[in-house]
Each structure stands twice: as C-alpha cells, then as structure tokens.
C-alpha cells in the first residue's frame, strides 16, 4: 500500500519567515495531494491540494509542488503570520480517494 | 465550519462497552469516510461508504462497522472496546469517489475508554 513521509516532525520560525514541509510518497499510481490545517481540538481543515496533471500551485501565501519522478510534493508558506501556528499534514490518494497521510509537522510561528 | 457534523463530541466509557458514533456529510456530497487519529498510530483510514455501499476498507479492527443510511448519515460502530481505542474518530465527506474529490472533514469525536 501507500506510505507517505513527512518532514520535520517541528518546525519552528519567526513571523514573517517562509516555512517549507515536504513529504514523499512511495505508489506512484497516486494522483491527487492535498495538505491540511489541524489547529487543536479541531478536525483538520483543507488549505490547498495539487493533481498530478499540475506542477505547482498558488493560493495567497501558500504554494504546493508535485515532482512525480521523484514522488514527493511540498507545501510552502510565505509570510508567515502566528495565525499559521498549527500541525499540518500531507496525504495522497490514488483510485477509491482513500487517503493515507503522513505523519504530521507541527509550525510554531513565534511573533 | 466544513459542513460535516459529528456527534457526539466527547464519549467516556468503560472497556467492553460499545458505542455509535454518527455523522452527517456536506450537503450533495455522496461519500463519507472514517478516520482515527491517535498519538502513535497518526490519522489512519478506517472505512468508506459511497451512496450507501461499502466501497474500500483500511485498518479497521474486526470489532468496528459502519453504515451509511439513505440520507447519507453514517454510523460507525465500535464493540468490545480495549483501553487502546481511545482515539479522535473524524468523519470526512466528498462529493464523488473519483479519487480526486477533495475530502471535508468534521469537528471528530474524542473516544476514552477506560
């Protein structure tokens, strides 16, 4: 089956700094990325997600990439603000849209 | 708010007991699916129903069973419980099961078993 990697577990930056997660995955028959926002006590909430037709996309200051040669796919935050401060998660899902994701990077955004 | 409705939000109950967990999808959206979420094992699938029918099955333990009714709402049934099932339990929903669909998920409900 599918095995997704997410890298760093902790991510720690000063407000108006990037922040770059990135996660690999091992099926190549997966074709749709998607990143979520899990702030706490709460379910995790969809920012953005890319297909694999699609190398790159943009929404306000987030950005995600897809390199499918090398399976692995990036989520990029500009501008960092302490709102952004939450544990996102990468998942990939292929025929059936079952999702398996990785395991979780936690964004401090210190002011 | 992602539209997708959980119920109940917490659940306190003893080992061996059994327990329904309920939710409703987005409106128009055909598709739910359940997930955990526990601190060692990470957001895992569990199941998935589409338009009332069994369409993929993940990690789930012999002792869970879901339903999906004829308006849509799902039931996941979890019997026997062990101290290890304590976990968030999230619904999500999506329009198709094209695999390409993006998935919402609900608020979860945190399961203790003690």
């Known amino acids: 089956g599918e095995n997704v990697e997410q890298h760093p577990s902790t991510l720690s930056v000063q407000e108006g700094d990037s922040a770059v997660i990135k996660c690999t995955y091992s099926?190549?028959?997966?074709?749709?990325f998607p990143w979520y926002k899990q702030e706490l006590g709460k379910g995790p909430q969809l920012i953005i997600d890319?297909?694999?037709?699609?190398g790159e996309k943009k929404d306000q200051r987030i950005a995600v990439t897809l390199n499918k040669t090398a399976k692995h796919f990036s989520l990029h935050i500009t501008e960092t603000q302490p709102e952004d401060s939450a544990v996102y998660f990468c998942?990939?899902?292929?025929?059936?849209?079952?999702?398996?994701f990785g395991g979780g990077t936690r964004l401090m955004v210190k002011p | 708010d992602s539209g997708v409705t959980q119920t109940p939000k917490h659940l306190i109950t003893a080992t061996g007991q059994r327990v329904t967990l309920r939710c409703s999808p987005r409106?128009?959206?055909?598709?739910v699916y359940w997930y955990q979420q526990s601190l060692d094992q990470g957001l895992q699938f569990l199941i998935q129903y589409y338009n009332g029918e069994e369409r993929a099955k993940g990690n789930i333990l012999e002792r869970f069973s879901a339903q999906q009714f004829p308006d849509l709402h799902s039931e996941l049934n979890l019997s026997s419980l062990e101290l290890g099932d304590s976990a968030l339990y999230f619904c999500?929903?999506?329009?198709?099961?094209?695999?390409?669909?993006?998935?919402?998920f609900g608020p979860g409900t945190r399961l203790t078993v003690t």
């Open positions: 999500a929903s999506s329009f198709r099961t094209s695999g390409l669909d993006e998935q919402y």
């Open positions: 998942a990939a899902s292929h025929a059936g849209n079952m999702l398996t």
């Open positions: 890319i297909r694999s037709n699609v």
């Open positions: 099926d190549s028959a997966s074709n749709y």
């Open positions: 409106s128009g959206d055909l598709s």
